[in-house]
């Protein structure tokens, strides 16, 4: 059976390095890589975009990739409990005619007793930005 360590319930030093394993993955826009970490079945909800399981999310995440260039995030540990984990983030990308964006938002995890992620529930939003305004 896969497991994806650390696995629940979280402490606060678990919770945190669950967090930095996400970022990480998610830095290296490789929807494979980041699809592993998420239950076969996982369920999201991105912005207005609902996902079903690890098949949908490569194809999700490799468009998103697509249309957003030079992608760089940042998470932050919100809250946690059991199985459960909040996190604020933000991301910076441009998109193919060089306009640069800030998004920011809010994820609900939850996982399941082997670590994968089971549902993901993201808010975000974007703001233009100028290039020189960039912090990531």
Do not use: C
């Not at 970022?23 to 239950?39: F, G, H, I, M, R």
């Amino acid at each position: 059976m896969e497991q994806k360590f650390p696995l629940p319930p979280f402490t606060y030093e678990t919770a945190l390095q669950k967090v930095q394993l996400a970022e990480d993955a998610w830095n290296t826009q490789d929807p494979e890589k980041v699809a592993k970490a998420y239950t076969i079945d996982s369920e999201w909800r991105n912005r207005s975009v609902f996902v079903n399981g690890r098949d949908e999310i490569v194809t999700f995440l490799t468009q998103k990739w697509k249309n957003e260039h030079q992608y760089k995030l940042k998470k932050e540990l919100w809250a946690f409990t059991d199985n459960r984990i909040a996190v604020r983030f933000e991301y910076e990308y441009h998109n193919a005619d060089g306009q640069w964006f800030r998004a920011y938002g809010n994820e609900n995890w939850e996982f399941d007793a082997n670590g994968l992620m089971q549902k993901r529930y993201a808010s975000i939003n974007d703001v233009p930005i100028r290039e020189a305004d960039r912090r990531l």
